[in-house]
């Protein structure tokens, strides 16, 4: 049976490459965006290329009837999900705490932390054997700015990122009993459009020298640490959060 992947954020970035990765390995893919159809249609025609079967998903992952819409289409088209990929997020323009609006603050967390929660609540009602279901895992996006803290750049995105990992945490002794694993991944610096969406473009390359590895990772790096706690052959793992930020 087919690996079903939910990937939330899936049409670019770091969940693009997740969701190519996961149907390159014959996982049948949905994937999630909130208003870049395109990028999405792109995404499953390279899954399909691929020999792999995939659907694009529209949803505001901040919005629980979205949430709930989207596990269910994905269930329509492919069964019940094995993995869900946490992966949604955004961030705003770099900035000092002094300067940042509530509602620049609650966008952030509404997706960051309450989607993220949604999707995993939601994933958990689903696969858990205790209500019936046949188990599954959840790899949860997090961020090096976790541990760093975002300080003078991110703050109210590193916080929405420490509490990811308390999610990991929390939620893998949850429903370890209940065949389902939960781990996280904490990206450093990768090349994707995030660091545009907060106004630096060229933000990964600046920050390079400050990667012990001297450059940014790409999404692919990420993708494969998402793959592999996701598939059986991190059986014994849960409530791991992996850095795959080349030592930073
Ligand atoms: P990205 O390139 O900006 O892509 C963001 C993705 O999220 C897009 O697919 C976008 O969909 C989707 N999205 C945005 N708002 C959404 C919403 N409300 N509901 C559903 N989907 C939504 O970002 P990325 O760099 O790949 O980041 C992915 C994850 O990795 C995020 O959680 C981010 O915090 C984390 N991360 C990234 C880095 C990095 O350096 N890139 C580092 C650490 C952690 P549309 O295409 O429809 O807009």
Redesign the pocket.
Known sequence: MSAVYLV?????????AVARLAGATGADVCV??????D??DQVVSDVVAAGGKAIACQ?????EA?VVRVFDACEEAFGKVTVLVN?????DQEGRLEDFSADRIAKIID??VT?ALLCAREATRRMSTANGGDGGSIVN?????ATLGGGAVYLD?AVS?GAIDTLTTGLSREVAREGIRVNGI??????????A?GGNPTR?ADLADTVPMGR??T?EE?AEAVLWLASDKASYVTGTTINVSGGR
């Not at 954020?9 to 693009?16: D, H, K, N, P, T």
């Open positions: 939330t954020g899936g049409s670019r970035g770091i969940g693009a999630n965006f909130v208003s870049n159809r990028a999405a949803g505001d992952m901040a919005v979205d992966n949604a997020g955004i961030l997706l960051n989607g996006i997090s961020s090096m700015a995105y990122k904490r990206p450093g610096i990768i090349e994707t459009e995030i660091h969406s990964a940014p990772g999404a990420v």
